[in-house]
């Protein structure tokens, strides 16, 4: 979700520049994407019940390192897991400050919302009452990239995804982008989220390995295996669906 079409336009600008002589570099950069994927997953955790999700974004870049953006998606996890009656697509907000500490070391620093519009995760009435809580979730996050890798770390200062009592739950990943020439590029990712005071397990780890073609033009074509130690007991929807299942997801971008 944070990964955006940033880097594509800030390089076509570079390269602009200096063809024209060194002309100023532009004070802010707009990109936008749409796409879809074969199954949305998040941490490895199944959103759209395996179905096929239809996603877009826009991100904001200022030349001083600022950036502001928005995803938006469908999912059915608030419903089929939260047993909500309402809260069917997400909206994720987020800021952040990212810079380079020297050529090859960098940080970001931030904070991202996700939002499921009208939700009623937890309200009196519905199914889930009294065990989840609203689905909305704010998160604090930095991360390091050094070369290929990036270290990233997530809290959040709210419950987690519904859960209970989960304030200061923890999500840490490691990932690499390795360039393979000739548009490929192959990304390793391992992760473990910790969720506190629930009654089940909720803490699990997850992986990936995700390659990627840029077809050029602003598209890219994705596919992924992925893959995780979630409990069953924990992470089985209301239909009787365990959401951490191993799969492979196909999907493609479009930016612009």
């Known amino acids: 979700m944070l990964t955006k079409t940033i880097a594509l336009p800030l390089l076509l600008v570079a390269t602009a520049a200096f063809a024209e002589g060194n002309s100023p570099e532009p004070d802010y950069t707009l990109g936008f994407n749409v796409g879809a994927v074969s199954d949305y997953r998040v941490r490895g955790i199944a959103q759209t019940s395996f179905k096929p999700a239809l996603q877009g974004g826009i991100d904001f870049t200022h030349k001083s390192g600022l950036y502001l953006g928005t995803f938006a998606s469908n999912v059915k996890w608030v419903k089929v ?21 020297r050529s090859d070391l960098s940080y970001d620093i931030g904070v991202i919302t996700y939002q499921y519009p009208g939700n009623n995760s937890g309200d009196a009435g519905t199914p889930g009452a009294g065990l989840f809580a609203n689905a909305n979730t704010t998160e604090v996050y930095g991360a390091l990239t050094y070369k290929m890798f990036t270290l990233k770390y997530n809290r959040s200062v709210s419950n987690f995804l ?15 982008a390795v360039d393979l020439g000739q548009g490929f590029t192959l990304t390793p990712h391992i992760g473990r989220q910790v969720i506190p005071n629930q009654a089940g397990p909720a803490d699990y780890s997850d992986a990936s390995l995700t390659l990627a073609k840029d077809m050029g033009h602003g598209l890219v074509l994705t596919g992924a295996l992925i893959a ?6 924990f992470y089985t929807d209301g239909n009787g669906h365990f959401l951490g299942r191993s799969t492979v997801v196909l999907g493609a971008k479009y930016s612009f």
């Open 81 to 101: 897991f939260n047993g909500a009656t309402k809260g069917s697509w997400e909206l994720d907000l987020y800021a952040g400050f990212r810079d380079a500490i």
């Open 162 to 176: 519904g859960n209970i009592d989960s304030h200061g739950s923890q999500y840490l990943d490691l990932s690499a």
């Open 228 to 233: 995780t130690d979630a409990e069953r007991s």
